[in-house]
C-alpha cells in the first residue's frame, strides 16, 4: 500500500513529500468573541514571539516547540485565542461570510470552522452526526463565546430535505481519507484505497444535500484534508455534471504553496474549470487541503 500511496502522491505534486516531512510551526487565531489584538502583548509578556502571517491581522505563527506549553498561557486557558491551521482558516475566510448572512456548516464538529464564521455572519446552523463529537463542539462553541450558532445532532445527507434552499452560504468540510495527516515516520499503516473510494461515495452524497440547501445566488466551498482526487477533483465534476445551476468562482490566495485543480487523473478527463479548484501544499503551519467554491446560480 505504501508503494501505491507515495505513487499517487508523487503523480500529484512531489513536493507534498517533503511537505509531510517538515512541520516546524503551528498557527492560532484571535477569538474575536473574546479578544482583540491586546492578547498578542499578553503572549509576548509570557515569552512568546508570535508572527502575523500576510493575510490577516488576526493569525499568527508559532515554532513548533511553543506548541505544548501554549496550552498553560493565560490567553489560552481564557479562550481569548483558537489554535488553527492555516489552511483551515484561509479555506474558512474565502467563504465570503458578511452580517445578513445564514451559514450552514453540514460537518461542523469540533466546530473551529463554525467558529469563524460566527464572528462574521448573522447566523450559523451547525451539523454533527457523531454524538460524542456533536457534545464537543458545543462546549466548544459555549467555551468560546459564541452565541449565534445552532447545533444539530444529525446526517448532513439528509438535511436539504428538511431545510430546502434555505442558506445564503454552506460549507462542506468533508470526512475524509485524511491523507494530509499523514506522520511519514510512522509509516503508512491506515491507508488503502479502499477507504479513498469509500469517502468519495459519502462526499457526493453530502455535496448534494450541501448544494440543495444553499439559496440560489448563495455560495458554498467544499473542502477536504486530502490529496486524492478521487475524493477532491472528481467530486467537483461529479457536482458541476449534475448541476447546470453549479458554476466553479476562482479564489485568489497570496500565498505560493498552492496548486491548481488537476483536470485529468487514472484515465478520467474533468471538466477544465475545475481547474479553478485549490490545493494547498503542505508548508510550516499550512498543513494539505484542498478546496472549490461553487455558485448557484
Ligand atoms: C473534517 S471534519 C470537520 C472539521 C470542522 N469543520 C472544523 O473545522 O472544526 C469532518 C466531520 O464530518 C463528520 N461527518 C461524518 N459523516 C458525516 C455525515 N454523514 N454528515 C455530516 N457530517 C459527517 C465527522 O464526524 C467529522 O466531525
Known sequence: MEEIFFERIKKI???IIDGLKEKNEFSFRVNRHK???EVIDELKKEGYNPKPVEWNKYVYTLPIEDRKKIIKSLPYTQNKIYIQNLSSIIAANSLDVNEDDWVLDLAAAPGGKSLIFSEKAKKVSAVEPDKKRFFRMKRNFKEHGAKNIQT???DGRFVYKATGEMFDKVFLDAPCSSEAHIELEKGIT??????VKRFSKLQKELLISAFECLKPGGEMIYATCTFSPEENEEN???LLRRYENAKIVPVNLSIDN???GITSWEGKEFLDDVKHAIRILPKGAYSGFFFAKIKKI
Open 13 to 15: 505534486n512531489p513536493k
Open 35 to 37: 479578544a482583540d489584538l
Open 152 to 154: 444539530y445532532n444529525k
Open 190 to 195: 491506515w491507508w488503502n484505497l479502499k477507504r
Open 236 to 238: 467537483i465534476d461529479f
Open 258 to 260: 498552492i496548486q491548481e
